[in-house]
């Protein structure tokens, strides 16, 4: 059974930290891309970063380059999402999801496998 269970989502003030985890099983974690989307009240789902579990390549969305980490222990088949300086905008469930490597590209969000969202929220 394939299972994403993310985890460390709450409540910061800006400019505070949060990180993200993603435990993935039941798949070769090394032949996939493990990325983080999020989607806040009203807007579309929207691909925030993914790591290459294979080259170990990451990709971020330019509103969260130099703010966001990703990083990935293959041993444990967990991604990590390392926050900081977060901001209001920031604000959404955060949802980890998991793409075969081949015909994926970023920022594609053709993901094959979904987790259940972790919610962040980000006050002022």
């Known amino acids: 059974e394939v299972q994403l269970q993310a985890s460390g989502g709450g409540l910061v003030q800006a400019g505070g930290s949060l990180r993200l985890s993603c435990a993935a099983s039941?798949?070769?974690?090394?032949?996939?891309?493990i990325g983080w989307l999020r989607q806040a009240p009203g807007e579309e789902r929207e691909g925030v970063s993914s790591?290459?579990?294979?080259?170990?390549?990451?990709y971020y969305v330019d509103s969260v380059k130099g703010r966001f980490t990703i990083s990935s222990d293959n041993a444990k088949s967990t991604v990590y999402l390392q926050m900081d300086s977060l901001k209001p905008e920031d604000t959404a469930v955060y949802y980890c999801?998991?793409?075969?490597?081949?015909?994926?590209?970023?920022?594609?969000?053709?993901?094959?496998?979904w987790g259940q969202g972790t919610e962040v929220t980000v006050s002022s």
């Open positions: 999801a998991a793409a075969g490597l081949v015909g994926w590209s970023w920022p594609d969000l053709s993901y094959e496998y």
């Open positions: 039941g798949f070769t974690f090394d032949d996939y891309a």
């Open positions: 790591i290459s579990s294979s080259d170990g390549s990451t």
